[in-house]
Nanobody, 123 residues
Framework: QVDLVVSGGGLVQAGDPLKLSCAASGRVFRIMAWFRQAPGQEREFVAAIQGTDTFEYAESVKGRFTISRDNAKNTAYLQMDLLKPEDTAVYYC???????????????????WGRGAQVTVSS
């Protein structure tokens, strides 16, 4: 059974940091990614990592968020710094078994999704 378990969400103040974790089990994913969905809005791409050396970020989080992974733990992380109220959303982790070169990672179809974690940033 494949599962992606997200942890680390919560309520923080603007400017604070927060770190999300996504622990995968049952499969190893070449690409892991984070998406988010704010109330009344569509789900949007946040960040992705292919292997250990290919990264992609949404413009809105570039310079503030950092995606990483620990292959020994089969876990991906999203370090979020300088959080803003507009970062408030439910954050989802996604995994894709096969990698792909030459295309934006945000355009790929992901095989598995974890349950979301609420991140709320107060002003």
């Amino acid at each position: 059974q494949v599962d992606l378990v997200v942890s680390g969400g919560g309520l923080v103040q603007a400017g604070d940091p927060l770190k999300l974790s996504c622990a995968a089990s049952g499969r190893v994913f070449r690409i892991m990614a984070w998406f988010r969905q704010a109330p009344g809005q569509e789900r949007e791409f946040v960040a992705a990592i292919q292997g250990t050396d290919t990264f992609e970020y949404a413009e809105s989080v570039k310079g503030r968020f950092t995606i990483s992974r620990d292959n020994a733990k089969n876990t991906a992380y999203l370090q979020m710094d300088l959080l803003k109220p507009e970062d408030t959303a439910v954050y989802y982790c996604a995994g894709r078994v096969w990698g792909q070169l030459g295309v934006p990672l945000r355009t790929l179809t992901f095989d598995y999704w974890g349950r979301g974690a609420q991140v709320t940033v107060s002003s």
